[in-house]
């Protein structure tokens, strides 16, 4: 059983833990007896940010928005910040709180905050945990930029799930051997669902194992959510506010009501842990069914979309220094009709007649010393029409404080 | 492989099909938005709309024709059309001041002095309403019964006892014959006062205006808009002003319908123009939407009308009371108006039935400068030199 | 029937046994089944005089009243017109039969305008006048006593642009403000009483409903169609009214719910201001039964 957590503990493992940046995600339920609490700060100076409209918002042409999908800025940004506390008894009760900044919103906010059990039921073991957490269905979901080998969040999981599904909700998973079968319930006010009560569901079967040396895990999941009167709430923490001359023009506002399904799949391998080389492998699959309508205040579009997208990743390293490719796209099939399909359909930014919207991204990953990594980015940014590309370079502090 | 032609709802695929892709990526293409519109869009008028702009409704009773429209443009510069014989449409409304007359209120054929100032033609197929503040009426036909039939005020001052004469008048006239059989063919006796109406809406319905300064910055001409009129458009559409709440949209009025429209709002506000008294009341001949309905919070209630043009159509508000942009402004910038003494007195600013959008604001005199020189931008030169709204008749 | 004979000799002698009930019981009417009817009933034709009047003058253009309203002016007409519709008689035995109503220059779809001015005078309407309803019941036995009709344009037809269809194209008669008509237009110079729905306000479909619908219901008893007509008094109707001086709103009552002149009018009229509703607790009294 491979066993994660987002720091890297003791040097000599700083291998696999270069590796477990790029594999499995934080905020995992804590597996070891006891109490941590550690800390992670991602900051990064890039040349240029990503192109955004002219009222500054930044869509994905194409894409419906919401959620928490912000971009990344020119000069220098907190990716990410967060404090994190786990706790675990003898008796298989853990609980997790961890706050967190991300995706350079000032903000902290709580990222996890759950409790839970494990209970040794014959050849399955089963854990239940209840509270706020990221979503488990991908270790992809609720990875942030100190987690990952890249800095800038996947694209199709800024598309699809609003950068994170991150919500209150309860998990029952079931694992027997490499396999892990996991069903979650959420509240369902978070992207890609939307209002109180709104059906969010998903379900995942999660394979890891070793094969020769080779770690692998995989997975396949599917998602559920309903939304109504969903809207792209990202820029309108400072949008209404009746005071000084000085506020800028006022966003189009605009709903969607209806349901998403989602349909995923992932393949993670990671080799070479016994030598000074070392690779990984990560390929990442999303497919997006979305039936249901958008409005503003007086027109009305029904809508329909078949998307998917996904990303590639490749990762060559020799002891702390690490090469690493990112490749991702988004193939996004909209359908509007009636009256106000054009209308809406450029009002949301859902018209995209022919682009494909794409990041192709090289990193340059240095382990500095176990606390404390470099990293340098290019970035190819073909998400809008237009591409532009940017260098990004960042610092990765990690530490446990106790 | 186009794998978005692949996908279909089937769940075997959903698990299976991923792993093909994500594996093919490379070959997965093809980014697509289908728009249907069901017809919604299909008109057989050439309505001179610039890109972004939707089409207005069309009444299925009478649909738009070239040859209506030219009907109409002949009757409404037709002094024939009225009780007297002296006065047309065109009469209170003239195509140099956007089809507006300058005055503070209009005078009818017969002399009556209507309470109300005469409100531009631009863009009016896309209002809610027509008229100041009538909810009744939604459709232009509806509409001019009130200029050519009302007794209070008379306006055309077409009655019982002078019609007879005014539809002779119009059969004298010989154009009319080969334009009332080309716009309404297959009638045997066209000249009729339902098919007057049809042709004068047609024509006045195609009063469309989308060719301001304003409309080609939207069209990507950036040198259109000078940087005084551009800070002056962020202040427009700020949250600190408020303006564009009610004079919002692509005709700058928050009463606007159009084909893409499908929650229809008619909506009236009352700006604190007035307060008789302390009780919100507003002059008596002119009570807004109140005069309709009889509800005492439609008091002072009034259509916001179209800003395009709106440099042309001085003096402003439904009684013409205000005679500059300038003074506008202000008002706007005060909350509303203190009318400090004579049988109107009383603090508009304080107005119970006041739109809570016209907050007051404060605002320098560069910003007031530019958010003038933004409503400048908003003049369509065209519309008003176009040969195509001018009189026939000259 | 000929299908039920070979069928059922019982339902034969059942129906034979009903029909001769029915023949025996039939006279009195009322009881006739509805794929009878077309067979046996042809139609009775009925005409409905009205007489417009100032107190007991019969009212015309170009003529003095004195002693008019509460101040006793003297007035000349100018306008006296007024839409009906929903014209039914009522029988001895409290059944109420419908008048369909002969379409003509005055009469279409259910409505007719009665005009009692001819345009001379101080009178600016049309010529032509009407003062009869013309239409035909079914024949029976009935005998009626009574007739009962709702001044105005039903609500359906009031907002309907019908700029080609008599009476609907009457100049005079149009409320373009309201978009729809005036039901009661009964004029002198300087005092116009103006009677139609308000408070109308068009929905998201572009429907119009009006919050006041203002049309009087009236119903008179003991009323024989063929030796009797129906006064419409304008005396009555201003009796509560100074029609020399207008105190406030429109020039006299149009229809206005805060017009102090229309309390009066509403009042003789049976409908309640505020509400635009027939009040059973007001007894109308400008329309009466006259030899």
Redesign the interface.
Known sequence: MIRTFPLCRVPGTLLACLLSVNGYGHGETPMEVGTLVSAAVSVTWRDDGMLLQDDGRWLIPGVLMGGEAYPVDAGVTVDEARLDLAHRTAERVFGRLQIASHDGVSDAEIHHAYGGLQLDTGPVLTTLAAGRMAAAMTPANGEHASDRLFSETPLPLQAFLGSQLNDDGARVSLGLGAWQLGLEAWRGDRFPAAGEGEDLNDVYLHYRDGWNGVQVFAGIWWLQADAVNRSDTRYSADGHDHGSVSQSTTLPEYWFDGRTEIGGAFLRLDGGHASHWHWALEAQYLQVSIEGSVRDSTRLAPWSAEDNGGWLQASLGHGAHTLGLRWERLVLENHLSGAAAGALADLTGLYNPDHDPERISAVYHWQVQPGLALRLEAVDDAIQTESIQRVAVGLVWQAELL | MRCAGALRRSRLWTLLYPLLCSVMLVACGGSETYLDDEAANKTAFDWALREGVPLPLEPA?NPMSETKFQLGRHLFYDARLSGNGTQSCSSCHHQDKAFTDGLVVSVGSTGDSHPRNAQTLTNVAYNA?Y?WA??????I???M??PL??E?PVEQG????N?DAVLQRILDEPRYEALFAEAFPAQGSPV???NI?DAIAVFVRGMTSFNAPFDRYQLGQRSALSASALRGQELFFSEALECFHCHGGYNFSDSTVDRTIA????PFHNTGLYNIGGSGDFP?DNQGVF?????PSDMGKFRAPTLRNITLTAPYMHDGSIDTLEAVVEFYAAGGRNVESGPYAGDGRTNPFKDSFVSGFAITAQQQADLIAFLHSLTDESFVTSPRFSNPWE | MVGVVRKNGLALGVTAVLGALGLTACGGGGGSSSDEAPKSLGSTPVSIEFAAMVADQVLACDTDYTGVGTAGSMVQVKDFRMFVHEVELLTDGGKSVSVSLEDSPWQAQGVVLLDFED?TGEC???AETNRIITGTVPDSGDVYTGVRFVVGIPESLN?L?Q??VSPF????M?W?????FKFIRFDIPNWNVHIGA?????D???D?Q???ANRPQIELDNFDFQTQHIRIDYAALVQDNNVSTDT????GCMS???DPECNGVFTQLGLNLASGDNDPALAQTVFSVSN
């Open positions: 009773a309403t008229t009538n909810p009744a009426l939604i459709t036909e509806a509409q019964h009130t039939f009302s209070q077409i009655d019982d006892s019609q009729s006062f339902a109406i929650f229809v709002e008619r008596p005069e309709a309905t009889g509800d | 345009g600016t309407g049309t907002h642009e700029a080609s194209n009457v100049t005079g149009n373009g403000w309201t978009n729809g308000t408070g109308c306000v068009a998201g479909n572009g119009v009006c919050s006041q406030g709103g429109a020039v206005g719910g805060t």
